[in-house]
Nanobody
Framework: QVQLVESGGGLVQAGGSLRVSCAAS????????MGWYRQAPGKQRELVAT????????YADSVKGRFTISRDKNAKNTVYLQMNSLKPEDTAVYYC???????????????WGQGTQVTVSS
């Protein structure tokens, strides 16, 4: 069984910084990509950033230059999202996901974490 557990959310003032983390555990052979999505009240879930196993990253235009996604160099199953210059419109529940294999050559499955609330006050 696979679990993704997020941590690090909270309340911060506009202009501040916050880092959220996500650790994947369980029966995992390899992880191809990990990412962060967010969902604000009354809105659809949207992509924030993704990172591939090789290190390539992709960001939503709204967060480029402010957010940085990274994977732990030692614990490859852990992904971080460093959020700087936060704005009230960044307020949302942030979810991480991972595309992973149970065994070599097997199919990839996408798993989601339970989400962590990030609130930016003006």
């Amino acid at each position: 069984q696979v679990q993704l557990v997020e941590s690090g959310g909270g309340l911060v003032q506009a202009g501040g910084s916050l880092r959220v983390s996500c650790a994947a555990s369980g029966s995992i052979f390899s992880i191809n990509a990990m990412g962060w999505y967010r969902q604000a009240p009354g809105k659809q879930r949207e992509l924030v950033a993704t990172i591939l196993s090789g290190g390539s990253t992709n960001y939503a235009d709204s967060v480029k230059g402010r957010f940085t996604i990274s994977r732990d160099k030692n614990a490859k199953n852990t992904v971080y999202l460093q959020m700087n210059s936060l704005k009230p419109e960044d307020t949302a529940v942030y979810y991480c996901n991972a595309d992973l294999q149970y065994k070599s050559g097997g199919p990839f499955f996408r798993y989601w974490g339970q989400g962590t609330q990030v609130t930016v006050s003006s």
